[in-house]
């Protein structure tokens, strides 16, 4: 079976988005902040894409 994305429960400051995108692609959360951040800033659409993963996202089940 293949990865999922689930948002994070250990590294997130928020949501977990970047946390659980980090775990994921099995990258430094830091890096992803900051590309948000640029996504946000420079672009402009860093927002509302944050926003839609965290509700779109699952979170990992504790069973």
């Known amino acids: 079976m293949g990865k999922t994305f689930y948002l994070s429960e250990t590294d997130k400051k928020i949501g977990g988005v970047c946390g659980g995108i980090a775990e994921y692609f099995d990258i430094d959360p ?8 640029f996504l946000i800033f420079g672009v402009g659409c860093g927002l509302l894409l944050y ?3 965290w509700i779109l996202a699952p979170k990992r089940s504790s069973i």
Not at 30 to 37: H, N
């Open 30 to 37: 830091l890096l992803v902040r900051i590309g948000f951040l």
């Open 51 to 53: 926003i839609l993963l």
